[in-house]
């Protein structure tokens, strides 16, 4: 049975709805998608802006997998009428569909009392404001924060020349990336790029000493050209306060991508993709990726259910990746924090590893490094030696 609607509309132009449109294009959709979105660069993509942009000098170019003949209105929305599949916009007024799609993705969180002129990395300008800061000639920086984009940027602005501290209250980088695994290895992979780290220290304040900053932990100053804050992203849900969707952390919604209301039950006809849905897994909890896979899943297992199909999508593995320190990092499957690693393969000249956690076809999750053909046959079951 096909779910196919006439008109949907979609809040978020980005990879998660051109995987969406596009799947359902292919599939026949013959209906309209209205695009709506804020950001009057989108679509763009953003994994290069912490490695290839910040490194170079181009500009960020329309992404080229936005599928064609697809206009975007730029507006903000504001507001959703949940029962009656209306999205309301700062301008431009409102838009009523049968399907409502919210692919608003995620945005920077900022630290408490952050002052005027830390900046952090999420959207194109963003950065921008970042390359400009380094292109007028700043020598030295301070990260908060080490998660994938944290220590993605400490390796960028390494390899650009400038004096890099990085500063989180976890106790190794890419804590959560790694589920705690490999915390002395990516330590070192920082080290040996220059980097200085402070982990398990809390920020105590934050100051613009002219010209410098001053960042302050364990009573000690740090002082540097640029504060760059990159402590996490938080659901662009604001706009859904009054919605009566369950937005706790994301908009909570089924496996499939049903959103969900406050009471539980499904609302008829909205959908979320991407970072900003939390999909309900088969333990009941909610779980909520920010990778780029992840949301291009999201887009065309919905776009099959739209169609009438049992989607695949869903059913494959997580996976994610990095890129830092002269190293392509990927994950596999849902790490535990618990176990023991096992290094399965090594080729140190190029700074490769391969590693397996769990034994089992249902629990066993991979991490590679500098590995990628070793890693896809492992992450296919498949045997690593021919
Ligand atoms: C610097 C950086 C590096 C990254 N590197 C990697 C990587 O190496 N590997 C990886 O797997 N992932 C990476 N990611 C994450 C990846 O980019 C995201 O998972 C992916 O972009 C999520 O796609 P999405 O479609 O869900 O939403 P997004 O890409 O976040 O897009 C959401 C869109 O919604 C719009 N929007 C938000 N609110 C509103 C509103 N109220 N009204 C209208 N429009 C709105 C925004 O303007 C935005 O264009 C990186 C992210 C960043 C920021």
Request: hydrophobic share 45%; proline share 4%.
């Amino acid at each position: 049975m096909t779910h196919m609607p006439e008109r949907v509309v979609v809040i978020g132009a980005s990879v998660a709805s051109a995987m969406l449109i596009e799947r359902s294009r292919e599939l026949g959709f013959a209906g309209e998608f209205i695009v709506i979105d804020s950001d009057p660069n989108a679509p763009y993509d953003r994994p290069p802006l912490s490695k290839q942009f910040l490194l170079g000098t181009g500009s960020v170019e329309p992404a080229e997998w936005w599928p064609e003949a697809t206009p975007i209105l730029n507006a903000k929305a504001i507001g959703l009428l949940t029962d009656k599949r209306t999205v309301l916009l700062d301008r431009l007024g409102e838009v009523a569909a049968d399907a409502v799609v919210i692919a608003t993705g995620a945005g920077s969180i900022r630290l408490p009392n952050e002052p005027a002129g830390v900046l952090s990395l999420r959207t194109a300008q963003d950065a921008l404001s970042l390359r400009n800061a380094v292109d007028a000639g700043a020598t030295s920086a301070i990260i908060v924060g080490a998660g994938t984009i944290g220590a993605e940027l400490a390796s960028t602005l390494a390899q650009r020349g400038l004096a890099v501290t990085v500063v989180d209250l976890a106790p190794q980088p890419m804590q959560r990336f790694f589920s705690g695994h490999l915390g002395e290895e990516a330590k070192a992979w920082m080290h040996q790029a220059g980097v200085v780290t402070h982990f398990g220290v809390a920020v105590e304040s934050i100051q613009k000493t002219d010209p410098h900053w001053a960042v302050r932990i364990s009573g000690l100053d740090l002082h540097a050209d640029l504060v760059i804050s990159a402590v996490g992203a938080r659901p662009n849900t604001e706009w859904l306060t009054y919605s009566e969707l369950d937005v706790s952390n994301g908009v909570r919604c089924t496996a499939d991508g049903k959103s969900l209301l406050t009471t539980g039950e499904i609302a008829d006809g909205i959908f979320a993709i991407g970072d900003v849905s939390a999909r309900q897994a088969e333990d009941g909890t909610f779980r909520r990726f920010e990778s780029w896979t992840q949301a291009q899943r999201h887009g065309a297992a919905l776009a099959e259910y739209f169609a009438g199909f049992e989607s695949a999508e869903l059913e494959q593995a997580p996976y994610g990746w990095t890129e830092q320190f002269g190293r392509k990092v990927q994950v596999h499957g849902m790490l535990p924090s618990a176990g023991e690693l096992v290094q399965v393969y090594a080729a140190e000249e190029r700074n490769a590893a391969l590693y397996r956690i769990g034994s089992t076809e249902e629990d066993v999750a991979w991490i590679g490094v500098n590995a990628p053909r070793q890693f896809s046959r492992a992450s296919m079951g498949m045997s690593l030696l021919s």
